[in-house]
């Protein structure tokens, strides 16, 4: 078969294999897909294409394209998850780089073609699937290989997401410069070429990932984490998982994270500007979105890792309770009230430091639940709450902002009800958080029902 490298028994790792080879596959992926958080970058230029040929193109049409992107994301996790355990991460892996740079070809032809149904069918539906797989395919992966700091694991492996607009907003900027001085159409262009790099880029993930073989651990490790009511020593398997009450405490917990993370987010170099007249401009709002990404990227890698020696609950104690403080505080640091542009710049970092630590923890609070047999297809199912605060968030922060505009209200006095709500959803995580417990008996895996996973496939 064509195809047949990409079997789960062809990346098996063999004895002696080193598990530190294994991060740079995980970053490989997460990096490129994590393009996705820089894709405002193309919100202008798009609206600049389409308004000199006379198209009816505005900003909430083609924000969709970033929306419809993150709803396929959860959707393929959630669809896909089980197939992955099956099937390995190297074949998911594969398939996720097809898509991804797929998506941004048909997203190009959509483009020359002036069809926003083909750059959300491209970018947004194909490139989205792309998204999910990729996102997914790591984690379980590298908490196999790091089961004495699972915490850690997932903060490798979902760091890159973070940070991959760090790499992404500038390329795009570069290569849509580069096409233009060279009198060629950019955004086409430039939707091809980041589709073949990035596409090259995930191979190197795809060949490279290896799994651990049966039996494997690490040296010198007992088999034994530090013990906790909420680590589990039973796996429960995905069709089960999502019948639990745990299993949507903690989909309530990722959904509020996210959407307050969202609120800053969404909104990042207005706000500043808005709450800093005169004194911030679009240059330095700029440098502002991207400290914050640098937070969000580190934050994942940070409090993940903390996780495995606070424990899960604890550090989303510390996100609902420091972050329910700091979204009170934050409308307080604008030009009107304290002043202080330093004091809202650590403020937002922080929240975005733990908005992306919310993303890297929650693989890990799921294994110590549910066991690490399937893992990754909880995790997919899971991430429909990322997809549910995709939207939700916006909504919230665009629907009140617009209110204000529309009726020639201070855009500024929306600020601290947009900030206030979030506030109120952490306080709703942080009860949720509050009510985790173990997973009742009935619910785990009888062990004759273990299987190695992608047995007789």
């Not at 580069?178 to 990035?198: D, E, R």
Request: glycine content about 12%.
């Amino acid at each position: 078969m064509a195809l047949s490298f990409l079997d789960r028994s062809r990346s098996i790792a063999p004895e002696g294999y080193s598990r530190w080879l294994v991060p740079p596959a995980a970053l490989a992926i997460h990096l490129s897909i994590g393009q996705v958080y820089s894709f405002s970058v193309f919100k202008n230029p798009l609206l600049a294409l389409h308004a000199a040929d006379g198209s009816s193109w505005n900003l909430k049409a083609v924000g969709y394209i970033f929306s419809i992107a993150i709803a396929f994301l959860g959707i393929s996790a959630a669809l896909f998850g089980a197939w992955l355990e099956k099937a390995g991460p190297r074949r998911a892996m594969f398939y996720a780089a097809c898509c991804f740079g797929a998506g941004f070809w048909i997203a190009a032809a959509g483009a020359s073609m002036h069809s926003l149904t083909l750059i959300y069918l491209g970018y947004g539906v194909i490139g989205g699937i792309g998204l999910g797989l990729g996102y997914i395919s790591p984690v379980s992966t590298l908490i196999k290989w790091f089961p004495d700091r699972p915490g850690l694991a997932t903060g490798l492996a979902i760091m890159g997401f973070g940070g991959g607009a760090m790499i992404g907003s500038p390329l795009a900027t570069q290569l849509m410069a580069h096409f233009k001085a060279a009198g060629q159409p950019a955004i086409p262009y430039t939707f091809v070429t980041m589709g073949l790099l990035y596409f090259f880029f995930m191979m190197f993930g795809v060949f490279t990932i290896r799994v651990p073989r049966e039996g494997w651990k690490p040296e010198g490790w007992s088999g034994q984490n530090k013990t906790s009511a909420l680590i589990s020593t039973h796996n429960v398997a995905v069709t089960e998982a999502w019948k639990t009450p745990q299993f949507w405490l903690l989909w309530v917990i990722l959904f509020t994270n996210v959407t307050a993370g969202i609120g800053i987010l969404e909104q990042a170099s207005p706000m500043i500007q808005d709450f800093f007249k005169g004194s911030v401009g679009p240059v330095a709002a700029g440098g502002f979105v991207g400290l914050l990404s640098i937070f969000n990227m580190a934050g994942r890698f940070f409090w993940a890792s903390m996780s495995d020696f606070l424990g899960r609950k604890v550090t989303y104690f510390i996100f609902f309770v420091l972050g329910t403080g700091l979204f009170f505080l934050l409308p307080l640091t604008r030009g009107d009230h304290m002043n202080s542009v330093p004091l809202f710049v650590g403020v937002a970092a922080v929240i975005l430091s733990m908005y992306g630590g919310g993303f890297a923890t929650i693989p890990a609070y799921l294994k110590d639940l549910f066991g690490g047999y399937n893992v990754s297809a909880i995790h997919g199912r899971l991430l429909t709450a990322w997809s549910t605060a995709g939207i939700v968030g916006p909504l919230i922060v665009n629907g009140i902002l617009d209110h204000y505009v529309e009726n020639h209200l201070n855009k500024q006095e929306a600020y601290p009800i947009i900030q206030h709500i979030m506030a109120a959803l952490l306080i709703v995580g942080f009860v949720a958080n509050l009510l985790v417990r173990p997973v009742a008996e009935r619910h785990w895996m009888k062990e004759q029902n273990l299987e190695p996973v992608g047995a007789g496939h």
